[in-house]
């Protein structure tokens, strides 16, 4: 058994019942394909979150100082993250997520870029746009809402697959496919809260 498949058991067993996980939509996410899940960015926990209510093996972006750290920079390689830094055009971490998507895999982005610990959901980042244009993958919005607190429900919902196929005829830029993805984020949270 993977460290991957490990992580994700050890995972379940411990945040549904501490976070009474609720998940809705789970059948919006294509069983194969590449896919790009974006969600709004609560908790240092969202990662694995996403991750366990997911039916997909996910890829995720993670900021680099997480990897400075041989031990945990280790474990997040083995669990499918890779590092990315802030605040600048990472072009190898760019280049590591397009080629994960055209191998037909799984990317996990929190447009935000950062958490948002007042649990609104903040102005997301080109970086999510980018990767919708310069690939065919399918997008997945999804909204997590709750408090994080300890037994209180929190809810995962995976939204509608968004057809980006007039934004990437227009050759549309990054930011306004970021804008019209965290919109539909925002429609989730609302419907969903």
């Avoid at 590591?96 to 649990?119: N, Y």
């Avoid at 994080?148 to 007039?166: M, N």
């Amino acid at each position: 058994m993977s460290l991957y498949k490990i992580g994700k058991l050890l995972c379940s067993v411990i945040f549904y019942p501490l976070y009474r996980i609720k998940v809705v939509g789970k059948e919006n996410i294509p069983a194969d394909g590449p896919v790009i899940i974006c969600s709004n960015h609560i908790s240092n926990v969202d990662p694995p979150v996403v991750g366990i209510t997911s039916s997909r093996n996910i890829y995720f972006l993670a900021k680099e100082e997480l990897f400075k750290n041989p031990l945990i920079g280790g474990i997040l390689k083995k669990v499918h993250a890779f590092p990315i830094k802030r605040g600048m055009r990472d072009r190898n971490a760019l280049r590591k997520g397009l080629d994960i998507l055209k191998e037909g895999h799984a990317l996990g982005l929190f447009p935000e870029g950062t958490r948002q610990k007042s649990g609104e959901i903040g102005q997301g980042l080109a970086g999510a746009g980018f990767f919708a244009l310069r690939s065919e993958a399918v997008i997945v919005p999804c909204a997590i809402i709750g408090p994080y607190q300890k037994f209180k429900r929190l809810k995962v919902v995976y939204g509608e697959p968004i057809d980006l196929s007039e934004y990437r005829e227009q050759k549309a830029s990054a930011q306004v496919v970021t804008d019209r993805i965290m919109e539909e984020i925002r429609q989730l949270h609302k419907i969903h809260q």
